[in-house]
C-alpha cells in the first residue's frame, strides 16, 4: 500500500505562485510514475503534469505548460508541483497520483493510489 499526502495549496493572487508538495510512504515504486491532477466544480479531473520517477521525463498539460514545473526529490520520496503565473481558470482541488507502471499517462483511472487532494484558489 502506498500513501500521498499533498501540502502547499492556498489561496494566491492571479499571477502569484504556489508550490505544492506530495509526501510518499509506505511501499514506494521507484520505477513507478507519479502525476498531478486536478477537478474543479463541475467538472471532470483532469490530467496536470506527470513525471516518471526514476526517469525525470516530464509531461505537462497545455494549459498548464511553461507555467508549471513537476519535480521529484527520489531521497525523499517526495513530487513537487511549481505553479508559477496563476491563473483564476487554475483554481481546483489538487490531486497527487502514483501508479506502479513506468509509463505517464493521463487517464484517472491508470492510477492506483491517490492523495486526498489539497485546494487551490486563485482570485482575480
Known amino acids: 500500500q502506498v500513501q500521498l499526502v499533498e501540502s502547499g495549496g492556498g489561496l494566491v493572487q492571479a499571477g502569484g505562485s504556489l508550490r505544492l508538495s506530495c509526501a510518499a510512504s509506505?511501499?514506494?515504486?521507484?520505477?513507478?510514475?507519479m502525476g498531478w491532477f486536478r477537478q474543479a466544480p463541475g467538472k471532470e479531473r483532469e490530467f496536470v503534469a506527470g513525471?516518471?520517477?526514476?526517469?525525470?521525463?516530464?509531461y505537462y498539460a497545455d494549459s498548464v505548460k511553461d507555467r508549471f514545473t513537476i519535480s521529484r526529490d527520489n531521497a525523499k520520496n517526495t513530487v513537487n508541483l511549481q505553479m508559477n503565473s496563476l491563473k483564476p481558470e487554475d483554481t481546483a482541488i489538487y490531486y497527487c497520483?502514483?501508479?506502479?507502471?513506468?509509463?505517464?499517462?493521463?487517464?484517472?483511472?491508470?492510477?492506483?493510489?491517490w492523495g486526498q487532494g489539497t485546494q487551490v484558489t486563485v482570485s482575480s
Open positions: 513525471i516518471r520517477w526514476n526517469g525525470g521525463s516530464t
Open positions: 497520483a502514483a501508479r506502479r507502471n513506468i509509463l505517464v499517462v493521463t487517464t484517472p483511472r491508470h492510477y492506483d493510489y
Open positions: 509506505g511501499r514506494t515504486f521507484s520505477s513507478g510514475a
